[in-house]
């Protein structure tokens, strides 16, 4: 049986590989990590867990083949949303929740950028909620960055759409009596194209994830836990750290079955329409018995699936690729809609428009 410090190794160096980038032309110069670095002092907590996700990406962009000048970082409001001004590329400190509906516009009418939302848990599932969803069903090529540290932490600490009920937040002193979001499930029921989780330390698997994500043509999410070290320390840990992770996470590798655990000896398999973690060290199961991931088949079942398993206890943590599937994407659609009718009608005029029909001159 493989051992999970192998099957890592071999999910390390197969997953994320590109055959072709996503925007060839031509050339682009040599760059390091550091040519994406801004001038700007980070203003984020010491030990804060986004100083991990922004050293993580800059680190894997020079390896994606395009330049600083066709990449844009658009943010919303929160912590994470500070995240443009570090980035040494084009960018957009846009105002709350609205990041995607910047990003699309962009997206539309410059389909050569690689456009990139970093945003939060109450930035995108609050007053953001809206367009978050319907960013992913128009399926943009735009790769969603969503932290999520299940708080408040710009605003000092209140429960956030993700926080777990029971939360004893400033805005919540006797808990919290709101069922959470869970932002892969959202992100799936919304259509999304690429589903991913990866955690804000883990320097092996994030980059793995974002190079996956800008390698997908269509909407790209990818949720990353956080770790707010102020106003909810250590609400992860379970997953991050060296001595419980690998009996609490389980890498989803597409074709292979669900196996976890220090020895590799932990499997998932269904029981009826109920998951259930069974023991592979002895005869009684066997890697037959477990779920295969598949993470292009078509039907989300699977994926919906594996993403309401973090609300049970008994069940790891998935983290991995949920789904990676191919849709025409909306700014191409969009294009060959606006080709047709020029084809049709001509280029036309816009003054000869504003013109059209009754119209009157106010002196």
């Not at 890592?8 to 990590?33: D, M, Q, R």
């Amino acid at each position: 049986m493989e051992t999970m410090k192998e099957s890592s190794k071999n999910f390390y160096s197969g997953v994320g590989k590109a055959t072709e980038t996503n925007f060839p032309l031509g050339a682009v110069p040599t760059l390091t990590s550091r040519d994406f670095e801004s001038d700007q002092d980070k203003r984020w907590c010491p030990g804060c867990g986004d100083y991990s996700i922004l050293k993580q990406t800059q680190k894997i962009l020079p390896d994606l083949g395009i330049s600083r000048e066709r990449l844009v970082f658009i943010s919303g409001i929160g912590c994470s949303s500070r995240f443009p001004y570090y980035m040494n590329t084009y960018g957009f400190h846009s105002i709350h929740g609205r990041a995607p509906t910047i990003a699309s516009g962009l997206k539309a009418t410059n389909p050569d950028l690689s456009v990139w939302v970093i945003t939060g848990d109450g930035d995108a599932l609050s007053i953001g909620g809206n367009h978050f969803i319907h960013l992913l069903r128009r399926n943009f090529d735009i790769n969603v960055l969503l932290f999520n540290n299940q708080i408040y932490g710009l605003t000092k600490g209140q429960y956030s759409p993700t926080s777990e009920v029971g939360k004893i937040t400033k805005s919540t002193p006797e808990g919290s009596i709101d069922n959470p979001f869970n932002p892969i499930s959202l992100a799936l029921a919304a259509g999304a194209t690429f589903v991913a989780r990866s955690l804000d330390t883990d320097t092996k698997h994030l980059p793995v994830m974002l190079k996956a994500a800008f390698e997908h043509k269509g909407t790209s999410f990818v949720e990353i836990y956080q770790n707010c070290n102020i106003f909810n320390d250590g609400v992860f840990f379970t997953y991050t750290e060296k001595s419980t992770k690998a009996d609490n996470v389980v890498l989803l590798q597409h074709g292979d079955p669900l196996i976890f655990g220090t020895n590799s000896d932990k499997g998932i398999r269904l029981n009826g329409f109920q998951s259930e973690v069974v023991s592979l060290s002895d005869s009684t199961y066997s890697t037959d018995d477990l779920i295969i991931h598949d993470q292009f088949t078509e039907d989300p079942t699977l994926a919906h699936f594996l993403s309401r398993m973090t609300e049970d206890e008994e069940l790891p943590l998935p983290i991995g690729i949920f789904r990676s599937i191919q849709r025409p994407c909306y700014e191409d659609v969009l294009a060959q809609q606006i080709d047709t009718q020029k084809e049709k009608k001509g280029e036309g005029n816009l003054e000869s428009l504003l013109n059209a029909g009754d119209t009157w001159v106010v002196d």
